[in-house]
């Protein structure tokens, strides 16, 4: 009984981690292809197999030759929440401008998402969907030597557009932004926990929801292998 006990516990074990396993294999070991097209395989002589192919080929069990067997567990990820990507990627992005005392912003004044005062200086405010440029992202842009723009504002005509809305402190500065595409450079990449913690209490505004779920989205895609980075709207 025991010893069949200490079975079952070793086959979890592997199973376990062979779901962590990577699927690259060293020349000579069992290939993707043998995995996909070969069914209940017996141990081969002077062959070595990583777990989670042999498990996949139905390759039959045997603990006394587990010294045949071998892991290769995948080296962790970088915490999502820390950045969306790596700092310097250069993209081409569509932006506009707002102002603090326009409509529909009047009611918050001159201070951003965060509650703090919007910035016009060396360091300037912007406003994006955070699923996209997670608040605190910080970028230049081209032919503004001296300036960085950091994401501390949200606004509900950013979302799902992959825009950026450049604070200008009056209306007269906003109007000569205009619409600009313009080339950024991303300095720093923002925090995906830190947006998810500020919008918690908000999610009864349909925009927040719709960023929460982008954020969402974005993480199950990491946690599979399949997030490429931030994504912006065609121009």
């Given at each position: 009984m025991n010893a069949s006990r200490q079975l079952t516990g070793l086959l979890g074990t592997i199973a376990l981690l062979a779901s962590l396993s990577s699927c690259a294999l060293p020349e000579g070991g069992f290939s993707a292809q043998e995995a996909e097209n070969v069914s209940g395989v017996p141990l081969q002589p002077g062959v070595k197999y990583e777990v989670r192919k042999a498990l996949a080929a139905g390759v039959a069990f045997k603990p006394t030759e587990m010294k045949r067997y071998y892991f290769v567990l995948e080296a962790p990820r970088p915490p999502l929440m820390s950045?969306?990507?790596?700092?310097?990627?250069?993209?081409?992005?569509?932006?506009?401008?707002?102002?603090?005392?326009e409509s529909d912003h009047i009611v918050y004044g001159a201070k951003n998402a965060l509650g703090t005062p919007l910035k016009f200086g060396n360091i300037r405010s912007a406003a994006a969907d955070w699923s996209m440029y997670p608040v605190g992202t910080k970028f230049r842009i081209a032919g503004q030597p001296g300036v960085t723009y950091v994401v501390d504002d949200y606004g509900s005509a950013l979302v799902g557009t992959g825009t950026i809305d450049i604070y200008k402190p009056t209306r007269g500065l906003m109007d000569a932004w205009g619409v600009r595409h313009v080339d950024i450079e991303v300095l720093q990449w923002g925090s995906y926990e830190q947006s998810m913690n500020i919008m918690r209490d908000r999610m009864k505004w349909p925009h927040v929801r719709e960023m929460m779920r982008g954020i969402q989205e974005r993480m199950f895609s990491t946690r599979t292998g399949g997030y490429q980075g931030p994504i912006t709207a065609a121009l």
């Open positions: 950045a969306a990507s790596i700092p310097g990627q250069h993209m081409k992005v569509r932006t506009t401008a707002y102002c603090h005392d």
